[in-house]
């Protein structure tokens, strides 16, 4: 979730995530090639002609195609909706086929799973946390115990009765679909957000590598900020800001159980987090035809990582795709629409000498539909260290700055994160 490197410039050929993993595909390399050389062709083709014909439509013009077929008012009105999204699309087929080009017969990721195996879909532990408002004590204690153990075990957990409205939930899923429709040259150059906007992956050197995605990626303050850019989307920044405060707030809420727990008794966990250091993430991945429904596998809309902050807090959308590795296998999270999704990050597992558990976990994109989510990011400033809670400290001390220039040379230099391993006291290159 929390896997980008800042652009400066953005251009056709940056990308956004960094890459993280790839195996071994087991089809044979001349159908595979043929056949995804083949289906490349078509949608590259498809792509270009689209962009040709249809770019007008955005701005109230009838297209070419839409002259040709002749439809009804209905069919036209689903027609340029159809076409508008299109000149929305980043150009992810073109980016992809020129990895393929470059290197890549064994696409593992963005084929099939690993080995074929079919991904099991699964349910993750569910917490009310009305609990936590309880007069009743032991309700207290028990739904704090529930937070740890899911913490502990799986790293991953739901709440329920989180304190965000589903009203507000779906007002900023709306804005949000509405912010991706823009065409994509208006989201790369107009500034919208503040020169927020990323797509794929800027480090990738193979298919399997690829992030299927785009996102706006925006620092807290920046959403308060007068001279934020919201272009066309005046309503976004109020719907924003009530968001960005009462995830802050459920972050702290959930930090504070985990940090009292082992033994940590003042209210300032984690140090040196405020709206200047944290961040909110709109995330739309676009529908892929190189996916796998079948079998859970197929491309990448987000490649396999850990997070690199303290906590982070997720809504998703009813499609699914989030998969979480537990007991060395990946399982596949069921979308549930009344609930938030919440992660132990990097920092929590050093600060907690692994007790608390940062695990691995990606987004597979759905052949079809479109997916999107946002996230909140409980990040601390650049100068912060990061110390354990006790020694003897299974970590060394280091800066969140530090922690992230190793992630951003690993990947650039051996193509994926590494992580925290490298900052393990007994540690050899």
Known sequence: MLLYLPLTIVKPTAFLFHPCFSDTCQTSEW????????SLMKHHFIYSMQRMCIKRTYYGAVSTLTQISSPTRKESTSAMQEER???SEPPLVTSYQALLQNNDLH??????NENNIIVQEIDLPLID????QSENRENKILCAKEIISAASDWGFFQVLNHGISLELLEKI???QVKLFRLPFEKKVSSGVLNDSYRWGNLTATSASQFSWSEAFHVPLKKISD????YGEFRSLREIMNKVATAMSSLAQTIADILAQNLGYACDDFPQNCDERTCFLRLNRYPPCPFSWP???GGTSGLVSHTDSDYLTILHQDQVGGLQVMKDS???SVRPNHNALIVNIGDLFQAWSNDVYKSVEHRVIVNAKRERFSFAYFLCPSYKSTIGAYAQPSRYRSFTFGEYREQVQEDVKRIGRKVGLPRFLMDHTE
């Open 31 to 38: 159908y595979l090639s043929l056949s995804l050389s083949l």
């Open 85 to 87: 999204r299109e000149i």
């Open 107 to 112: 696409i593992s990721t963005s084929l099939k």
């Open 129 to 132: 946390l009305c609990n936590l």
């Open 173 to 175: 899923n709306r804005e």
């Open 226 to 229: 007068e001279d934020c850019n």
């Open 294 to 296: 079948e079998t859970g």
């Open 329 to 331: 296998r990946w399982v």
